[in-house]
């Protein structure tokens, strides 16, 4: 069975600290696609990354970036220089092998005070 | 474009009533996907509907159905319901079929009491 862990439940950090977020996986297929949300206060979750298992290049979109390592079967999401706007709950997620549902990890709900 | 948009946002009902949830994905999206957000489960898949067939089914009891309409809006109903229902249900729709980006609606938070 697929299963996405994220071990922090809440992190703390003042602006402009840099923050990582973890995510370790486990699937057996060989076929996947991982994801990352974010979800404001408001509620709505917001799509920020996919990554098929692939490929492992990392991605770096402004003060985001993804770490993907199959070996460690992890997908590591690092934000630089944090800002107030960025507390939320992030989740990672895992699409099952028919890529048409997605398993959430517990997410890891991020505090970015001034 | 629009985004997913959900009806009603906010919903109270009671113990045994039943409830019916709406959906409307982005224009051009054929796969709608709903979740239940509780905060002991987190987020759960419900079901997947594509073409107006349910394609995907999550591991809940047959008190939730949905359908899809030939405009791709869809539905969610939760009949008989019970305290535990109390959630945030989202809608997502996607352009592929799951490999691709899911977008969410804002939800519509349930309370049953």
């Known amino acids: 069975a697929q299963k996405v862990t994220q071990a922090q439940t809440e992190i703390s950090v003042v602006e402009k600290e840099d923050v990582t977020l973890d995510c370790v996986y486990e699937?057996?297929?060989?076929?996947?696609?991982l994801f990352w949300y974010k979800q404001p206060p408001s509620g709505e979750l917001v799509f920020l990354i996919r990554?098929?298992?692939?490929?492992?290049q990392n991605e770096i979109s402004g003060r985001y970036s993804w770490n993907f390592q199959k070996s460690t079967s992890s997908f590591n999401f690092t934000i630089t220089a944090s800002q107030v706007v960025d507390s939320a709950v992030y989740f990672c997620a895992l699409s099952e092998p028919s890529g048409y549902a997605l398993n959430f990890g517990k997410g890891t709900s991020l505090l970015v005070t001034p | 474009k629009a985004g997913v948009t959900q009806t009603p946002r906010y919903l109270i009902k009671t113990r045994g009533q039943q409830v019916t949830l709406s959906c409307s994905p982005i224009s051009g999206h054929r796969s709608v996907s709903w979740y239940q957000q509780t905060p002991g489960q987190g987020l759960q898949f419900l079901f997947e509907?594509?073409?107006?067939?349910?394609?995907n089914k999550g591991n809940f009891p047959g008190r939730f159905s949905g359908r899809q309409f030939s405009n791709s809006r869809s539905e969610m109903n939760v009949s008989t319901l019970e305290l535990g229902d109390s959630a945030l249900y989202l809608c997502a729709s996607s352009a592929d079929r799951g490999r691709g980006e899911q977008y969410f609606g804002p939800g519509t938070r349930l309370t049953v009491t």
């Open positions: 990554r098929n298992s692939f490929d492992e």
């Open positions: 509907y594509f073409s107006e067939t349910q394609r």
């Open positions: 699937t057996r297929d060989t076929t996947y696609y």
